[in-house]
């Protein structure tokens, strides 16, 4: 599944990276990660890892991660190590007027008997993934 939704948000890219980055912020923002916690030491970057457990589609489980990149207030990906994806996903930030666009993507392939749902999971998480990104960009632009 190989998707990515952007939103515009009034603030300016640094505060939405700071934000987003913040891996105790994801469970405010995303309707499907009950809790979400660094397993590395130290600030943020490249090889950080952490793990979200998640609950979709009635399923519930842990997500390893590791970052991959993190190029602050531009862009930061990072791959699936452990659960019932593989791929990758990330955030793109640009300054876009007097704001930023912010663009989520993913490309994620469920593994086991998880891949006869992607043809349902796909429309699934994109809708998700859509509200998802309203409720950011309302949570940052009250912080204005």
């Known amino acids: ?4 939704e952007s939103v515009q948000i009034n603030r300016p890219p640094e505060d939405v990276f700071a934000y987003v980055s913040d891996v105790t912020n994801d469970a405010n923002w995303q309707q499907s990660v009950v809790e979400a916690r660094m397993t590395s030491d130290g600030p943020i970057g490249v090889g950080s890892t952490g793990v979200h457990r998640v609950k979709f589609m009635g399923m519930s489980d842990d997500y390893g991660w590791e970052l991959s990149e993190f190029d602050a207030p531009n862009r930061a990906t990072w791959k699936f190590v452990s659960g019932p994806m593989t791929g990758e996903s990330g955030y793109v930030l640009a300054t876009s007027g ?7 993507r993913g490309d994620v392939q469920p593994q086991g008997a998880r891949r006869i749902l992607a043809p349902i999971m ?17 949570i940052l632009e009250a912080r204005a």
Request: proline fraction near 4%; avoid cysteine.
């Open 98 to 104: 007097e704001g930023t666009s912010f663009t989520w």
């Open 122 to 138: 796909g429309p699934l998480f994109r809708k998700q993934v859509r509200k998802e990104l309203k409720v950011l960009k309302g």
């Open 1 to 4: 599944m190989n998707m990515a």
